[in-house]
């Protein structure tokens, strides 16, 4: 794919990443003045039969109109096009120079508790705006976290919406089938593990960034509460009672019993 031009303009030069869902590019966009970096995520849908794409292609459009009001939030990526090409899909997004949040919590290190707060914050603003129109965006991780260099502002990147296209199928009914879940393990609740994903369950995956934060364990490294399912964390870090308790509403088990919404 390096050095390939898809839609004869973005300017493919570099191998981002590749995952379950696509593999995502750096590009230069050869008809904006000076050439900018831009982000060029491709999606091969799993069914190249003609009515199958027909579908597929109707959905990713509507996934992209999502995307382009998203990103109209300063700390969401700019769509900057969706393109269908040779049976692919690609969108191509604003490119945010900086590092992921991945980088920032070590293994072992723990990060203080007004730092994580601010971090709340900052990720919960974002994500207020996107439950606002009542989007779940599915795979809030570290790696999806991004933090701009020119001024430390956080985004959110890589919503999981649009992934679901790439596993969808038709069936002879020509009803839409998905096998997939889309999700990190460690950072999806339950409920999500079971295809029936709630705008708490993004709640769930922010908190558990932030107890991750604090005690410096990865999820698979925190213990469970055999009986209730709750997660146990609160002797790994050093924490204030109100913090825990806002932390222990955000990752409860049953997310009946989590905050709604980011806004709440």
């Known amino acids: 794919m390096i050095s390939t031009i898809i839609d004869k303009r973005y300017h493919i030069i570099q191998n981002l990443g590749q995952g379950g869902f696509g593999t995502t590019f750096l590009a230069k966009d050869t ?39 998203l990103g109209k939030h300063d700390q969401i990526p700019q769509l900057l096009a969706h393109i269908e090409e040779y049976q692919k899909f690609y969108i191509v997004q604003e490119y945010i120079e900086g590092n992921d949040l991945s980088d920032e919590l070590i293994s072992g290190q723990k990060m203080s508790e007004s730092d ?41 990147i890589d919503f999981g919406a649009v992934k679901e296209v790439r596993t969808q199928l038709v069936n002879k009914q020509g009803q839409i089938t998905s096998t997939v879940i889309i999700g990190t393990p460690g950072y ?55 913090l825990a308790t806002v932390l222990d ?14 806004k709440d």
């Open 188 to 242: 999806m609740p339950l409920e999500q593990q079971r295809g029936k994903p709630q705008l708490s369950s993004d709640i769930y995956a922010v908190g558990i960034i932030a107890i991750q934060a604090l005690t410096g364990l990865l999820p698979d490294k925190l213990e469970k509460d055999i009986k209730t399912g709750e997660i146990i964390w609160r002797k790994y870090a050093n924490v204030s009672p109100k």
């Open 116 to 156: 994580v707060i601010q971090l709340l914050i900052e990720i919960l603003e974002a994500l207020e705006f996107v439950h606002k129109y009542k989007v779940i965006h599915r795979d809030i991780k570290p790696d999806n976290i991004r933090r701009r260099h020119l001024d430390n502002t956080i985004f959110l």
């Open 31 to 69: 008809k904006r003045p000076g050439n900018p970096l831009c982000v060029v995520k491709q999606f091969t849908p799993a069914s190249t039969d003609p009515a199958t794409l027909t579908i597929l292609k109707r959905l990713f459009d509507q996934e992209a109109v999502t995307l382009e009001m």
């Open 249 to 262: 509403k955000m990752v409860s088990y049953d997310f009946r019993n989590r905050y709604p919404t980011a």
